[in-house]
């Protein structure tokens, strides 16, 4: 598709002692370009925004193809070729065009007499003729601006000298008789040509209406989005503080319930007495069956175990479970009798004949008493 732009020219024209005009020109800034839509085949859209990527302004294609790019007398029809440049032509790009900020610099270099004339008559305004591919794809710049189009693969084809820019002398646009393209609108223009209504968005804030320009919209809608996420994690916080609250109150119960039943659990005086008076109960029945079993540090089930054992033999607990063995313990003991050591010693006592009282003392030396008098 074809184009025209603005080329401002910076620095006074100087001629060489050649005769030739030398001056130094900007043009196809990176950004984005206000176009009316008819101008594009958008009947439909009054503005379209254009976005030029510096990608595309500074691509190496982009800048050689402005290198010895030919000057021509206003817009022509067609483009620049090899077959029509000898007529065309009063001067050229003499050197390499390089970026300058956003822009395209460009050294001119104009040979023709009769153009000279002219630009120094006053007709000094230019504006460069380019192709480049239109994608009207909408989307959104690096610096947050919304476009509707872009430009793509941007190469020169020629610059033209002209009478009238629209914009004026300082933003050469190109304007002139022969429309050779679509022209970016320049930022002073007609209003009933376009107004700035029309280039006014409608947005939503807190219920009410207002009509504010794209970056304005942008803006807003940042803003608007920030506040959103701001109450989100509000919310989100509180429903946190909520929860880590009752998880904390479900943990004091839960210590509660396990305090009480530990209270619950502990031994009461009355509990502790009725421990101690079986234990002396058991130790002295397990006594009864046998004097010599150690009690000391055994548990319930190893005293009876150990009387039943000192009494029926280690086969009677063989594979014996701890309550076969505490049925047997209570047969045993209910036939026991208690500890008489005066008996025991005289069941055990050699009844061989001995003289006198010996025997006697014997038996009872035996069972712990002692007769002799004065004792």
């Not at 839509?37 to 503005?47: H, N, Q, V």
């Not at 002219?118 to 947050?144: C, H, M, N, W």
């Not at 069956?289 to 009494?311: E, H, M, P």
Request: charged residues 30%.
């Amino acid at each position: 598709m074809k184009f025209t732009d603005s080329v401002t020219v910076a620095g006074k024209p100087r001629r060489t002692d050649d005769g030739y005009l030398i001056v130094t020109a900007k043009c196809v800034r990176t950004g984005i370009q206000m176009y009316t839509g008819d101008e594009l085949g958008k009947p439909e859209m009054k503005l379209v925004r254009v976005y030029r990527a510096p990608e595309e302004v500074f691509a190496k294609d982009s800048l050689q193809s402005f290198s010895h790019t030919p000057i021509t007398i206003d817009h022509p029809k067609d483009q620049v070729t090899a077959d029509n440049w000898k007529e065309l032509s009063v001067g050229e790009v003499s050197t390499a065009a390089k970026q300058v900020d956003d822009w395209i610099e460009l050294p001119l270099i104009f040979k023709d007499a009769a153009a000279i004339t002219q630009i120094e008559a006053g007709k000094r305004e230019l504006s460069a003729g380019y192709v480049a591919e239109f994608d009207f794809t909408p989307g959104v710049t690096p610096a947050g601006e919304a476009y509707d189009a872009s430009q793509r693969s941007i190469r020169i084809n020629h610059l033209a000298l002209v009478t009238k820019a629209r914009a004026g002398s300082q933003a050469r646009v190109g304007d002139s008789a022969n429309t050779w393209g679509a022209a970016p609108i320049p930022a002073t223009i007609d209003k009933e040509t376009i107004t700035m209504s029309d280039a006014l968005r409608t947005v939503v804030v807190d219920g009410l209406s207002v009509q504010t320009t794209d970056q304005g919209a942008q803006a807003i809608d940042k803003l608007q989005k920030a506040v959103a996420d701001a109450v989100k994690k509000l919310a989100d916080a509180e429903t946190k503080a909520k929860t880590d609250l009752d998880k904390k109150d479900e943990e004091i119960g839960t210590l509660k319930a396990d305090k009480k039943k530990l209270e619950d659990a502990a031994l009461k005086p009355e509990d502790i007495d009725r421990l101690v008076t079986g234990r002396a109960s058991l130790v002295t029945s397990a006594k009864a069956l046998d004097s010599n079993i150690v009690t000391d540090g055994k548990s319930d089930a190893d005293i009876r175990k150990a009387a039943v054992t000192a009494r029926l033999g280690d086969a009677a607990v063989k594979d014996a479970s701890e309550a076969e063995i505490s049925g047997m313990f209570k047969a045993l003991t209910n036939d026991a009798q208690p500890n008489d050591n005066v008996r025991e010693a005289l069941r055990t006592q050699d009844h061989s004949v001995v003289t006198g009282d010996a025997w006697n003392e014997n038996v009872f030396a035996a069972a712990g008493v002692n007769l002799k008098k004065g004792a």
